[in-house]
Every structure is written in structure tokens, then in C-alpha cells.
């Protein structure tokens, strides 16, 4: 699933045609408007930005003369200080008496000449103040942009522009010193030179420099314009009244990457965009603008970041936190203190940001969490979706003050129920020891009590009054006089808590839900700083985006954003251990194809041949089954280059026909060609699948077991420990229908759940079943005559239409029906299965040699009509390993020698 | 009723050769004008705000206001006499000496204005009084 940067919608461009008063939308179309009479502007949901011609002209023709008197300015300031300097410190020196020795200093120090100069040089201090402090204390900072409704567009489209509920500001306006500079030094003769500005701003700019290296690729103008043919041609130089557009797209790129100015990145990405070469340039590296403007984005968060702790600045909001003494007004909590933990404190001590993904989550907790009765929260939610995450969240705003009064100054105080029992077995009567804690946290006023996995609470009992833990903190939960916040995966809540009523009641429910994959981002990048510390590497952010994707695409078992992490902690562990420093998506790749034993690497050369030759080299191994061979190969050449539909199999097929024709060497082949080793097939044979009991088998129950009393493994753990393999189910028509229709579902979404609940995925595995069904009338038409085979065929189908329901039939990939061998095709399978045995007694260090007529003599003593080649199996085991086995015997066949088939061993 | 086109407005367009330049004189008046406006007009309110900012930050890490709205809460929350005695014994000492804290520093802060507006003023008249001594 491809990410998307939530970057859509936030702004619109829009264009206005003078001449014929047109208003128009600027949808995936960037034209750069050289007319005076056409206009460009930006919206976003409550600004607007325009940009005219004499505001750009004024820029260029004054910036640069404003600026140099600026400099001069600041240098002759720092000129006329500098006297004030050496006045101050003599006068420091006069009033310690260090200059008594020095009536001459001492008698210029009183003269008018020095007082004038002082006082000059005091002017200039305030002249540099003002030059140093004015930037800094108004600060010129773009408004950030929300989201802008469908319907608001819609009513735009409908009825036009109303300008006059937007805030309208001025683009140049918010565009930083450096961009002005570069605009003047980058105009000449009235004309914009835009392709010196991009190779200037790759070359020389920083901040881009930064962006191109966190993109992890490389970008250099040779190579554009050598490979790509990027030059003046095209990307040329412009009049300035096409600077309107070019800065109305680069500040669209500094709002979308909420940034404060208009930066020099900002219209090196602009310019990046605006041309299908440039793009097209990037897209060959792998990247794309949207993975640029995230880096910018990223870049601009650690800046916003390191300013949210100056509290004095009045710019920045400020929230009360309740100040040194806040806890003088509420209560110990000394024995909770012994199994719990503070986790306001703890989060306080870490700059990392938590809850990202679960604002609604948040506010909903708070709100709970601030009523005046039935406090008490559940969290319900699959394991890794970020429910701890989630109360950390809530804890830093409690930290920052940003929370409704009723939680201010509170505290989130985490019950560790192990420690709970083992501080039990010291001070005796755990019952005893719950109350006096309870009571302390009634008595606090500032507690909140946050219980982890709160199904623990039910099976674990009191050893004295054999109560559990859950039915002596009942009361406590019934009555709120603190509020309680549990959290609880979904099996667990159908199991522990919906039975019970009182429990039920005494919670308000907020379910937790998985994390979008743009959010699952965004935790991601806060997490780079550390991981690039701890692992001693760089993580570029190409391997950030594969992580999600992936871990979203392969990692079933785990949900977002804890199946992310886990990969790039995975990925970045694994690159330190082989000294890889940067980490990329491949290394990403590898991580995941060693973690699932998946290949979800690149293609290289060597498997790009092997894909080429796939279809040759089963078909040299399976004889006579083209069609078969064919479908089954583009299956996989779709699913290992990523074509395919990533949430259903590679492929599903059924194969019918007789007996021995290679329906399941087929899958065998398959698996050792592709998946690399014939034994790692999973085989299932559905005719132990025929009464209604043997779905639980089916599904994975814990229950079934062997004679020993060891536990079965079954087809759910088979798939979930080798997922990427040939699952064979033979003769699917003997299961039972009711399993029949769990197929359905892993046909259609590759995926099953288990009798434990878990999900098992079915989505990198190419599903074969085989059917007997329609073998009677196909083995009838082949006893009489061949020349039947073709209405055999469709009577074949017409059967199976009849044995399996619509639904099932509809959901394979293709049905196949094997055709019977001919006698040259037999021929084939006799060569190959001696070429089989050859292989097997080179092992034993003896060479086998045949004639070209041995397979033909084979293939017409041993055919039986309709038997395919098992005939031909058996035979060469009878008469032809059995006559090298008493050769052996005999001592006539020794390890070094050569045999030859002879024709007596087979007439 | 014709709206005034604020994006497009052909009103002062021109071309570049017909924007003029502005003198070195120009741009050293605009720079006295910047200057004036931002230490007398803009500075002033920035620093008004940041006074509000100081007292409310200092108000908040010294639990002023917290100690005054719960006076009478026993110490810690304990409802004993001893718990009584206690709290209101440390309030009583401790609410003066960070009420003199935050006075002191509303008040330096005040002064700090009152220096910023008179520093350029004084400066000129110091000056001057200097070169006519």
C-alpha cells in the first residue's frame, strides 16, 4: 500500500485570465503564466497569496541596494562601538584607582570628546540591537494550513472564489533574505535564469544538500545533464513576470512542509516538479517530491522542536504545570510507590513525542477522564497499535498544562501487578496491602491509576482469601473517587469483561485503533535521532517509508506502528552487525525477506534470468503441460515484480485430470524453482478434512494432539512459519463444505483466523488444488479413443460445476485440466526420470549410460492408458534399479565404474 | 456591482525598467522610520507581552497562586492537626518570600521597559548635552 504524506488538500492554485475574467483551478497542471494579463494565486483554508510584477521588480531592483545599506550600516556601527569599548574599561579601571599612575588617560577620560564618543558608540549598540533583535523578536512565520474540505472545493468549482473570507497576505512578503538575494543575483537583463538557480542551489545550498542526502540518493548536474538532458532547454530562463508563478509554487512547498519562510529549498522543489524531466530524473533514483517535501518537513520539526521549551517567549504558547510546590497540596502515596510507577515523571525526562496517530483517542480519554463520576476508561485494542503509547500522550499534556483544569497537576501513576504480588510475599496479605494503596490514591487527590493488560488482574487470586485481584479492586473501580484507565486487547475484553456486568458498566470504552501508515511515519522520524545513536548509523528516508510499507504488507501478525519499529530496530541491528552504516529501503528489504523468509529484495541480474528461463526450466521437468506451466509462471513473475494484487495469493489454481499426468510434481517443481526447495511444500490432503469436527483441525485448535500427547502441527503454523510456499491441497471435493467455505475467504483476502484469533496469511503463498473429480469420464474417453478427450474434457467441467459451489469455482485463477501423455511425451518422462536415477548413483560414484532407444522401449513397455507416468516410475524401479542393485550385490558394480542400460532389461 | 479584483488589479502594474530605485537617502529615512516603529511601537508591546509571559511563568513555577487557592489544605493532604499546623505553617513562610520573588521581578522587568524607551532618548541627550557643555 503506497504511503500517502497527507500533504493533499491542504492547498489550492488557483489562476485568473483577465482578458475573458476567467477563474479557473489548477488541478496537477503547473503552467508558468508570462502574460501580464493572467494571474496566479495560492489558497489554503483561511489564507490567500498573491504575488503582482511590481512587487517582484521592487524586490529586484531595491533588495540588493537595501541590503548593502545594511551592511555599511552594521560595519560602521561596529566601527563607532568600539570606542565606547576601551572608554568603558578605562573608566572601569579609573574607578578601581588602577590609573592613578595616568593623569593624561585620566584627564581625556573626563573631557567632552570621550562623553560625545560614548554616548555614540551607546547609539550604535542600539543601532545593532535593532539590527540583531528585529527578525528575531517579530519572527515572519507562514500560517499553517489545514486541511481544506471536499465540499468547500466543490462549492468553489460550483460558484467561484470568494475572496473576501480569506486573510489575504503577500507572498514576497514571507520569502527569507537568501531567497531575495538569490532572486537579485539571479536576474539579469530582465530575464530569470532558472536552470543557473537550480544548479546553484543543488551545489551550494545546505539545506537542500541535507535533504538530498537524508533522501539517501545522490544528485549531480552532470549526471542530469548528460543521462537526462536537463539543461536551459528544459528548464529556461524566464521574464520576471513568470516569477509569479515560480514563487506561488514554491510557497505552496514551504506551506506543505510548514516551514516559516520561503526558503531557496523551497523553490528547488518547486522547480523540481514543475518539469516532467526533473521528476522523471528523481522517480530513476527511487524517490519521489513527496519523500523530499517529508524530509523538509521533518527537518522543519526538529527546528520547532528545540523551540518549544523557551517558555519566556511570548511567541511561543505557554501552559501553567503547577509550579515546585504543586505537591505540597496533595497526598503520599509511599506503599504504591513500592509496585508502581510515575509515568508524568517519566515522560517528563524524555523529549520524544507520544500518541502520535491517536489524537481522537486523546481527547476522548480526557474528556473521560475529567468527569465528575464514571472516570474510568478501557482501552481496547489489538497489541502493538500503541495503547501505551496512547497514555504517555496523555501524560506529556498533562506535563505541558495543555488539559481541561480537573487534570491539572495530575499524575499517572502505573500499577505493575507482578511487582504488586512479589512486594506481597514480603509484607504478608496482599488484600491488606491493595486497600492501604487504593486508600492512599483516594487520599492523593492527583492520581490517576493506570493498570496494563488488565485481564491479568482476573485469573491472579489472593493466596489467603483465594479473591482475585480484579474482585478486590472492584469496589474501588465502582465507586471513582480516582479515575482508573485499563487497557485490554479485544479477545480478551469478549472473554474477561463482557460477561461481567458491573465490570462492563464501570468503564467507558475507547477502542484504539491501528495507526495509519502516515502517522505510523511520523513516529518513525521521531524515533531516527535515537536509533542513529544507539545503532551508529544513518537512516535515510526511503528505508523509513519501506519500513512502514512493508511491516503493513508482510507483518500480519503485528499491527501498525509497532510492526514498523520493529523493522527498522531490526533493520538498523542487522546493518550494524555487517558494518553497513546508510541505512536504504533494500537494506529494509533484507531485513523483512531474512525476518519472514520471504524474498522481497530488488531483482538482480542472476534472479532477472532466472525469472526469464522460469517457464523453460519447469518445462524441462515437467513434460506435456504447457498450459498449466504457463499460468503458473506469470503468477509468479507478477508477484516478484510487485504487479499483483498484494492483498489476495500469488495465485490460486485448480488441477484436474488423470492420474500420474504431474498435477502435483507440478507444485512440486514450482516450489523448488521458485521458492528454493522442493521439500518446503506444504501438502494437504483434504480427504482427512471430510467430517464437521475436523474444521477445528483445520483452523489450528489447541486441543488436538497425537496418541503421545503431543500437540499436532497444523496448516495455520505451517503457513505461519514458512509463508512464501506452494500450498497443495489435493483432492479438495472429499473436504467437508464447511471448509470448503474457509476457502472462500483465503482465496479471496489470503488471509484465515485461527481458532487462537490470530490472522494467518495467505497472501505469499500460490495455492494448487487438485480434483478427482470428472477422472472417471476422463479415463472412459481414453480407454475408447483419444480422439474423445476434447468432449471429455467438458463433460469434466460440467461435472465439476456440479460438485463445487459457484462461489469457490469463481474464486480460482483458472482451472486446469492435464492432458493425458502421448507416447513421445512418455518418452520424455522416461529420459528424465533416468536422469533422475543417473544423478542418484553419481552420488554413489557410479555413471549410468543409456541409448537413445532405451527411453522409447521404456515409455512403450511400460504405458497404461489413463495411468500417466507412475507406470514408468514403477517399471524403472523394477527393471532397472533392481538389475543395478544385484549388479552391486554381485561386486560387480563398484564405486568408479560405468554401466550401461542394456535393451534385454527391459524387453 | 464590480469587485475589486485584489489578484489581478492592473493598477500600478510596470514594468521593470519603469520601477524606480530608491536613493540612498530614501532608504536611510525608511531606516529611521523601521527603527522608530520598532523600538517605539512594536518593542513596547512585545515587551508588554513579555511581561505577562514573565509574571505568568514566574506565578506558575513558584505555585503562588496554587498555595493561595488551597491556604488552608493540611500539609500533604493530612487531616490531622499536626497535618493543619503544618500546611499552614510552611504557607506562611513560604507565600511571602515568593510573593517578594515575583514582585522583584515584575518590577525589574518594568524597569527594564522604562530603560528601553528613555535608552535612545537619553542617549541623544547625553549627547548633546555633552557637545554643548
Given amino acids: 500500500m503506497a504511503l500517502d504524506f497527507d500533504m493533499q488538500e491542504k492547498t489550492i492554485c488557483g489562476y485568473h485570465k483577465r482578458n475573458t475574467n476567467k477563474f479557473g483551478i489548477l488541478e496537477n497542471k503547473f503552467p508558468i503564466f508570462q502574460d501580464e494579463n493572467d494571474s496566479i494565486f495560492l489558497l489554503t483554508r483561511d489564507h490567500f497569496f498573491s504575488i503582482s510584477t511590481p512587487q517582484i521588480t521592487s524586490v529586484i531592483k531595491n533588495y540588493l541596494r537595501y541590503k548593502k545599506f545594511g551592511d555599511i550600516k552594521r560595519i560602521v556601527a561596529n566601527i563607532l562601538v568600539l570606542p565606547g569599548v576601551f572608554i568603558a574599561l578605562a573608566s572601569i579601571l579609573k574607578y578601581a584607582d588602577l590609573l592613578d599612575q595616568f593623569e593624561s588617560i585620566t584627564e581625556i577620560l573626563e573631557s567632552k570628546l570621550v562623553n560625545v564618543l560614548f554616548g555614540i558608540s551607546i547609539f550604535n549598540v542600539i543601532i545593532l540591537w535593532h539590527d540583531f533583535y528585529e527578525e528575531k523578536s517579530h519572527p515572519i512565520q507562514l500560517p499553517k494550513a489545514k486541511k481544506i474540505q471536499q465540499k468547500e472545493i466543490d462549492e468553489i468549482k460550483a460558484t467561484g472564489f470568494k475572496f473576501g473570507r480569506y486573510g489575504h497576505l503577500d507572498t514576497v512578503s514571507f520569502a527569507s533574505e537568501q531567497t531575495l538575494e538569490l532572486l537579485c543575483n539571479f536576474t539579469k537583463d530582465n530575464q530569470f535564469q532558472t536552470y543557473d538557480l537550480f544548479k546553484y542551489l543543488l551545489k551550494e545550498d545546505y539545506d537542500i544538500q541535507q535533504i538530498v542526502r537524508r533522501s539517501g540518493i545522490e544528485m549531480s548536474v552532470n549526471e542530469m545533464e548528460e543521462k537526462f538532458k536537463i539543461g536551459e532547454d528544459v528548464i529556461p530562463d524566464y521574464p520576471i513576470t513568470a516569477l509569479r508563478s515560480i514563487l506561488t509554487y514554491a510557497i505552496e512547498e514551504a506551506i506543505l512542509t510548514e516551514s516559516r519562510q520561503l526558503e531557496p529549498q523551497h523553490i528547488f522543489l518547486a522547480i523540481l516538479r514543475l518539469y516532467p524531466q526533473t521528476l522523471k530524473y528523481i522517480q530513476a533514483k527511487g524517490i519521489s517530491i513527496d519523500i523530499l517535501r517529508e524530509i523538509s518537513l521533518y527537518n522543519n520539526s526538529l527546528i520547532a522542536k528545540a523551540q518549544r521549551t523557551k517558555h519566556l517567549d511570548p511567541n511561543i504558547p505557554y501552559f501553567n504545570k503547577g509550579g515546585i510546590a504543586r505537591r505540597w497540596i496533595y497526598g503520599y502515596t509511599f506503599i504504591l510507590g513500592h509496585f508502581s510507577k510515575d509515568l508524568t515523571e517519566e515522560v517528563a525526562n524524555n523529549r520524544d513525542i507520544y500518541g502520535i496517530g491517536h489524537d481522537e483517542e486523546i481527547e476522548n480519554l480526557v474528556s473521560v477522564l475529567g468527569k465528575l ?74 492520581a490517576i491509576l493506570y493498570i496494563d493488560e488488565m485481564q491479568e488482574l482476573i485469573p491472579a487470586k489472593a493466596e489467603e482469601s483465594n479473591h482475585s485481584l480484579a474482585g478486590i479492586l472492584l469496589p474501588y473501580i465502582l465507586n471513582s473517587k480516582f479515575p482508573i484507565i485499563g487497557t485490554v486487547n479485544y479477545s480478551d475484553y469478549k472473554k474477561y469483561f463482557y460477561s461481567n456486568e458491573s465490570l462492563r458498566q464501570s468503564f467507558t470504552n475507547i477502542e484504539v485503533k491501528e495507526v495509519s501508515t502516515t502517522d505510523t511515519l511520523k513516529i518513525l522520524e521521531t524515533k531516527i535521532a535515537t536509533l542513529e545513536k544507539n545503532f551508529n548509523c544513518y537512516i535515510t528516508f526511503p528505508a523509513l517509508v519501506a519500513s512502514v510499507e512493508l511491516a503493513y504488507r508482510y507483518i500480519k501478525e503485528r499491527k501498525l506502528p509497532s510492526s514498523a519499529v520493529q523493522t527498522i530496530e531490526a533493520t538498523c541491528s542487522w546493518a550494524q552487525s555487517n558494518n553497513i552504516q546508510k541505512i536504504t529501503a533494500e537494506h529494509v528489504s533484507k531485513a523483512i525477506s531474512i525476518q519472514k523468509n520471504i524474498n522481497i529484495t530488488d531483482i538482480d541480474q542472476e534472479e532477472s534470468n ?94 488436538t494432539g497425537n496418541v503421545f500427547g503431543q500437540t499436532n502441527i497444523t496448516l495455520v503454523d505451517r503457513v505461519k512459519s514458512n509463508p512464501y510456499t506452494v500450498v497443495l491441497f489435493d483432492e479438495i471435493e472429499k473436504a467437508n463444505p464447511k471448509i470448503l467455505n474457509l476457502f472462500l475467504q483465503i482465496f479471496d483476502e489470503g488471509r484465515l483466523t485461527s481458532a487462537a484469533g490470530e490472522t494467518v496469511d495467505f497472501t505469499n503463498t500460490i495455492i494448487v488444488c487438485t480434483s478427482n473429480i470428472g477422472s472417471g469420464i476422463l479415463l472412459q474417453a481414453l480407454e475408447q479413443d483419444e480422439a474423445l478427450w476434447g468432449e471429455a474434457k467438458d463433460r469434466a467441467m460440467i461435472e465439476l460445476r456440479q460438485s463445487l459451489s459457484p462461489e469457490l469455482l469463481n474464486r480460482f485463477d483458472r482451472v486446469i485440466v492435464f492432458s493425458p501423455l502421448d507416447i513421445n511425451q512418455l518418452r520424455n518422462v522416461a529420459e528424465l526420470l533416468l536422469t533422475e536415477l543417473k544423478e542418484r548413483m553419481i552420488d554413489k560414484g557410479i555413471n549410468i549410460k543409456w541409448t537413445d532407444q532405451i527411453p522409447m522401449l521404456i515409455a512403450n513397455k511400460a504405458n497404461e492408458p489413463g495411468m500417466g507416468a507412475r507406470p514408468l516410475k514403477r517399471y524403472i524401479q523394477d527393471k532397472i534399479e533392481g538389475q543395478i542393485a544385484k549388479e552391486i550385490i554381485e561386486g560387480n558394480l563398484k564405486s568408479g565404474s560405468e554401466i550401461d542400460i542394456k535393451e534385454n532389461w527391459i524387453i | 456591482m464590480e469587485v475589486k479584483n485584489t489578484v489581478s488589479d492592473s493598477s500600478g502594474q510596470q514594468l521593470l525598467t519603469e520601477t524606480k530605485t530608491d536613493s540612498y537617502s530614501a532608504i536611510f529615512l525608511y531606516f529611521i522610520q523601521d527603527f522608530l516603529r520598532w523600538w517605539y511601537v512594536r518593542m513596547p508591546i512585545w515587551h508588554l507581552r513579555k511581561l505577562a509571559r514573565i509574571s505568568v511563568v514566574v506565578n506558575d513555577n513558584l505555585s503562588l497562586s496554587l498555595l493561595v487557592q488551597n491556604f488552608f489544605l493540611p500539609w500533604h493532604r493530612d487531616y490531622s492537626m499536626m497535618g493543619y499546623v503544618f500546611g499552614l505553617l510552611i504557607k506562611i513562610l513560604y507565600i511571602p518570600i515568593a510573593l517578594i520573588i515575583y514582585l522583584t521581578s515584575i518590577l525589574v522587568y518594568t524597569i527594564i521597559i522604562l530603560i528601553w524607551l528613555l535608552l535612545p532618548i537619553g542617549t541623544l541627550t547625553f549627547i548633546f548635552t555633552s557637545i554643548l557643555r
Fill in chain 1, 373 to 446: 463520576s464514571n472516570k474510568n476508561a478501557l482501552l481496547i485494542g489489538e497489541a502493538g497499535v500503541g495503547k501505551s503509547s496512547l497514555i504517555l500522550g496523555v501524560a506529556q499534556r498533562i506535563n505541558t498544562g495543555n488539559v481541561p483544569i480537573q487534570l491539572k497537576d495530575k499524575r499517572i501513576v502505573q500499577l505493575d501487578i507482578n511487582g504488586l504480588i512479589a512486594h506481597s510475599l514480603k509484607m504478608g496479605n496482599i488484600e491488606e496491602l491493595i486497600m492501604k494503596a487504593m486508600q492512599e490514591l483516594e487520599n492523593s487527590g492527583n
Fill in chain 1, 610 to 703: 532466472k525469472l526469464r528461463k522460469l517457464e523453460e526450466n519447469i518445462r524441462k521437468k515437467i513434460i506435456g503441460q504447457d498450459e498449466a506451466v504457463i499460468a503458473i509462471t506469470e503468477s509468479l513473475r507478477r508477484a516478484r515484480t510487485d504487479i499483483r494484487n498484494p492483498e489476495k495469493p500469488i495465485g490460486v489454481f485448480l488441477f484436474m485430470g488423470p492420474t500420474g499426468v504431474g498435477k502435483t510434481y507440478l507444485a512440486k517443481v514450482v516450489g523448488e524453482e521458485f521458492f528454493g526447495n522442493k521439500s518446503d511444500i506444504i501438502r494437504v490432503d483434504m480427504s482427512e478434512y471430510q467430517d464437521i469436527d475436523s474444521v477445528d483441525k483445520f483452523l489450528g485448535t489447541t486441543e
